[in-house]
T-cell receptor, first 111, second 115 residues
Framework: GIQVEQSPPDLILQEGANSTLRCNFS?????LQWFHQNPWGQLINLFY???GTKQNGRLSATTVATERYSLLYISSSQTTDSGVYFC?????????????FGRGTQLTVWP | DAGVTQSPTHLIKTRGQQVTLRCSPI?????VSWYQQVLGQGPQFIFQ???????GRGNFPDRFSARQFPNYSSELNVNALLLGDSALYLC??????????????FGPGTRLLVL
């Protein structure tokens, strides 16, 4: 299966700051998703972005499939942005809908 | 529309016992996948089911089994529980079989603690 690496593992910000989270993957992918896991464990879909750029409010994401990485941008951070951010990829060579997850980035936003 | 639902939300078992976790996918979704997430790690794939057939299995022992019902809901069973089975179990649903070019949606999870 493919390897998914996320950086940084931890990020501490003050409210209002901007941040960039990175996801590298080891092989071509069919599916790349970003999730936010809240303190109760719920994985909330942020973006489905196998390639290109998308924006949703203060969040945006870019995937450069040919270079095997994806970036999640968070602007004007709020305390409610705290939690763990995961990227997950689906192997392009597989017919199975199996997502491979990174270890996540733990984001803490202080007021 | 209701999202993916899972039950129970929390469960405490002792070693050697058996547990059954349940998942109902989003209406219209035919594929259900199960993931295990231990503390500090990303979710790990256990099974995928589509149209009541197992499409794939991750690197988990035979103590783990699952099935999908005609209404596309699913159950995950774990026998002979070990302490290491303590984890958050997540269910994901998607429209089709492969998940290609499809968003997968996750339920709130079941927290299992094995004592």
């Amino acid at each position: 299966g493919i390897q998914v690496e996320q950086s940084p593992p931890d990020l501490i910000l003050q409210e209002g700051a901007n941040s960039t989270l990175r996801c590298n993957f080891s092989d071509s992918v069919n599916n790349l998703q970003w999730f936010h896991q809240n303190p109760w464990g719920q994985l909330i879909n942020l973006f489905y972005i196998p390639s290109g750029t998308k924006q949703n409010g203060r969040l945006s994401a870019t995937t450069v499939a040919t270079e095997r990485y994806s970036l999640l941008y968070i602007s004007s951070s709020q305390t409610t942005d705290s939690g763990v951010y995961f990227c997950a990829a689906l192997d392009r060579g597989s017919t199975l809908g199996r997502l491979y997850f990174g270890r996540g980035t733990q984001l803490t936003v202080w007021p | 529309d209701a999202g993916v639902t899972q039950s129970p939300t929390h469960l405490i078992k002792t070693r050697g016992q058996q547990v059954t976790l349940r998942c109902s996918p989003i209406s219209g979704h035919k594929s259900v996948s199960w993931y295990q997430q231990v503390l500090g790690q990303g979710p790990q794939f256990i099974f995928q089911y589509y149209e009541k057939e197992e499409r794939g299995r991750g690197n988990f022992p035979d103590r783990f089994s699952a099935r999908q019902f005609p209404n596309y809901s699913s159950e995950l069973n774990v026998n002979a529980l070990l302490l290491g089975d303590s984890a958050l179990y997540l269910c994901a649903s998607s429209l089709g079989s492969s998940g290609r070019r499809e968003t997968q949606y996750f339920g709130p999870g079941t927290r299992l603690l094995v004592l």
